[in-house]
């Protein structure tokens, strides 16, 4: 009979990206096996990323409580004129591994999704609107994912970019359709950003 903390960790493990249900046991396994090497060192850590680990208010990428706007939005260094709208703060982490990107973000906060009724007014549009005309923004690149809701996001963005004059473009092909940006490797990521295209 395997100790009821054991079952909860192996659920909440469970629930992880990449984890199945092997792997989340394994994981379990091994934590209350080594309690000071891994157990304890991975609950400290959880618990600073709970306390520690904020969302910018003006552009949606994590950012340490306390920062706020982040990093990259006061970076003065950064191309202030050239933002990358992304669906999730997640996307930005991988983006800034490419290394090819200098401009600002703006995280939308997910996608549209008119099968499940999910409209514009839950997502950061009219922010994002708001952000293009205040700083003077010239290019809006649109990194979001290249499946149907993807492209249902990216129309909508252009639409309503449309009227301030900011050109907007895509990210070239070469993503594997349905995988988010998160998911995508470096290189990848970087030929897309370097031959993306007008929208
Ligand atoms: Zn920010």
Same mark, same amino acid.
Request: charged share 25%; hydrophobic share 40%; glycine share 10%.
């Given at each position: 009979?395997? !100790? %009821?903390? =054991? #079952?909860?960790? $192996?659920?909440?493990? +469970?629930?992880?990206p990449?984890?199945?249900?092997?792997?989340?046991?394994?994981?379990?396994?091994?934590?209350?096996?080594?309690p000071?090497?891994?157990?304890?060192?991975?609950?400290?850590a959880?618990?600073?990323?709970?306390?520690?680990?904020?969302?910018?208010?003006r552009c949606?990428?994590?950012?340490?409580?306390?920062?706020?706007?982040?990093?990259?939005?006061?970076?003065?260094?950064?191309?202030?004129?050239?933002?990358?709208?992304?669906?999730? !703060? %997640?996307? =930005? #982490?991988?983006? $800034?591994?490419s290394? +090819?990107?200098?401009?600002?973000?703006?995280?939308?906060?997910?996608?549209?999704?008119?099968?499940?009724?999910?409209?514009?007014?839950?997502?950061?549009f009219?922010?994002?609107?708001?952000?293009?005309?205040?700083?003077?923004?010239?290019e809006?690149?649109?990194?979001?994912?290249?499946?149907?809701?993807?492209?249902?996001?990216?129309?909508?963005?252009?639409?309503?970019?449309?009227?301030?004059?900011?050109?907007?473009?895509?990210?070239?092909?070469?993503?594997?359709?349905?995988?988010?940006?998160?998911?995508?490797?470096?290189?990848?990521?970087?030929?897309?950003?370097n031959?993306?295209?007008?929208?």
């Amino acid at each position: 009979m395997t !100790p %009821a903390p =054991i #079952v909860e960790l $192996e659920r909440c493990l +469970a629930r992880l990206p990449g984890f199945g249900r092997r792997s989340a046991s394994r994981a379990a396994l091994a934590l209350v096996r080594e309690p000071a090497r891994l157990l304890r060192p991975l609950a400290d850590a959880l618990r600073a990323a709970d306390d520690g680990v904020r969302c910018c208010t003006r552009c949606g990428a994590f950012t340490e409580a306390g920062r706020d706007p982040c990093g990259t939005c006061t970076d003065e260094t950064r191309d202030g004129s050239l933002v990358c709208v992304v669906e999730e !703060p %997640a996307d =930005i #982490v991988a983006i $800034e591994a490419s290394g +090819a990107f200098r401009g600002r973000y703006h995280a939308l906060g997910g996608k549209l999704s008119p099968a499940r009724h999910f409209g514009p007014e839950k997502l950061r549009f009219a922010e994002l609107v708001d952000r293009v005309v205040r700083e003077g923004v010239t290019e809006v690149l649109l990194a979001v994912s290249t499946d149907m809701d993807g492209d249902a996001t990216a129309g909508y963005a252009a639409e309503v970019l449309r009227g301030t004059g900011a050109k907007t473009t895509r990210l070239a092909f070469g993503l594997p359709a349905d995988s988010g940006i998160a998911y995508s490797d470096p290189l990848t990521l970087r030929r897309a950003i370097n031959g993306r295209m007008g929208f």
